[in-house]
């Protein structure tokens, strides 16, 4: 009889740490996906985006060159010289920019009318009103008698034409002398300026 031969048997244990091992391997190779329903909390508030910052108004009264332009009207009762309360604060900010630029020495107050009514009647009226105002700065404001002096126009200056004839109505500050300082400079090789020269004119 011939004897039948049983296959080798591999050793279980060896085989199921086969089995373990590659699946470890296959394992390390696959996307990992974690899931988390617990959100993440966040401590505080976030801060506050920095506002820009807010351009600075237009000054009512200020100097240029020979002229103290004010950006608001004088305002005056109808067809008079008398100066209604609302323009007091104004008034008195012309008279803060006179001390404050003591270069100013001479300042002519002007008064102008629109082309309503007849040309006489404005002229006195613009005269009337510039009279008014310098009075306001002397009396009420503190600005020496000296430095002021008023005269009416009329409708014979008008800023824009029939039609826009409120423009026209206004009172002017032109600067008749002051004091302008010239300097004389020269720039040495490092373009550093020096003043070799300076005196005032006017005044």
């Not at 009329?154 to 109505?169: A, S």
């Not at 206004?170 to 002051?178: A, K, L, N, S």
Request: charged share 35%; proline share 6%; net charge negative.
């Amino acid at each position: 009889m011939h004897a039948h031969r049983l296959p080798a048997r591999r050793p279980v244990g060896l085989l199921a740490a086969g089995l373990l091992a590659a699946s470890i391997a296959m394992a390390g190779c696959a996307p990992r996906m974690w899931s988390d329903t617990s959100g993440l909390a966040i401590v505080g508030t976030a801060p506050e985006p920095e506002a820009a910052p807010e351009p600075e108004p237009q000054k009512r009264v200020e100097v240029r060159d020979d002229k103290i332009e004010i950006h608001e009207k004088v305002q005056f009762e109808f067809d008079s010289a008398k100066i209604l309360p609302v323009s007091h604060s104004l008034l008195d900010e012309v008279a803060t920019v006179i001390k404050e630029n003591p270069q100013i020495k001479k300042i002519l107050v002007e008064g102008h009318a629109s082309s309503e009514g007849s040309d006489e009647h404005n002229l006195q009226l613009s005269d009337r009103r510039a009279k008014a105002v310098m009075k306001y700065l002397t009396d009420k404001a503190g600005i020496d008698k000296k430095m002021l002096s008023y005269k009416g126009f009329g409708e014979t200056r008008p800023l824009v034409q029939p039609g826009e004839d409120e423009k026209n109505r206004r009172v002017e500050f032109t600067i008749t002398d002051q004091v302008v300082v010239e300097k004389k400079v020269e720039i040495d090789e490092d373009g550093n300026e020096k003043v070799i020269e300076e005196k005032k004119v006017g005044g």
